[in-house]
């Protein structure tokens, strides 16, 4: 989601911006010379990463100026965020887990719509996804195991969710943690 808020130097000296600071998940720039002298107009784009987001959101950017009759101006972007599939985490970190042994937390995958998950794949050798119902039709829910012979050590590894969604086919899903060796296994 991007937009420009534009604005005039309606004053009767140069206007200078001096900063823009966004809240988290979005950016901000000014979008024209930093100063502007009486009468010029000027932006500042507001850009914020809608991926893994569904729903109505509201986002904010604070501008400071040398403006004496308002050194800060916060600028607001709402919007409603229409996804087909997003991970509820988006990323799942696991902890430290044994060879075989199933991860406590799971993710929910929220689809909008007739979206259909079709499947599931991993990109590495220690991870294993399974797609489960949720209980009450609630969506799908992945399930995320250590596989048996997977090596000791950390590891960041994705798993692929295929869906019929025309506009995101694939949603990916990190996977973060730790394999702990057994106690009589070399590390």
């Known amino acids: 989601m991007c937009h420009v808020f534009t604005f005039r130097n309606a004053g009767g000296t140069d206007l200078t911006i001096d900063n823009v600071r966004a ?4 950016s901000g720039e000014v979008d024209s010379p930093r ?3 009486p009468g010029d107009t000027g932006g500042v784009e507001v850009t914020f990463d809608t991926d893994g987001h569904r729903g109505s959101t509201t986002r904010t950017v604070t ?3 040398n403006d004496p009759a308002q050194p800060v101006t916060t600028l607001t ?4 965020i229409v996804a087909d599939i997003i991970a509820d985490p988006p990323e799942l970190y696991v902890g430290h887990l044994r060879r075989g042994q199933v991860a406590r937390t799971e993710v929910h995958l929220l689809v ?4 259909a998950v079709r499947g599931a794949e991993v990109t590495g050798r220690v991870v294993d996804a399974r797609l489960h119902a949720a209980s009450g039709g609630s969506g799908t829910r992945l399930r995320i195991a250590i596989k048996p012979d997977a090596p000791a050590g950390r ?3 994705s798993v692929l969710v295929r869906t019929s969604s025309a506009r995101r086919p ?6 973060i943690g730790i394999v702990e060796a057994g106690a009589h296994e070399p590390r």
Request: hydrophobic letters at 45%; proline letters at 4%; charged letters at 15%.
């Open 77 to 80: 972007l709402r919007g409603t």
């Open 170 to 175: 694939v949603l990916t899903v990190p996977v």
């Open 155 to 157: 590891f960041r590894e």
């Open 63 to 65: 501008v400071y100026s």
């Open 35 to 37: 100063m502007l002298s």
């Open 112 to 115: 909008a719509g007739a979206v």
């Open 23 to 26: 809240s988290c998940d979005c």
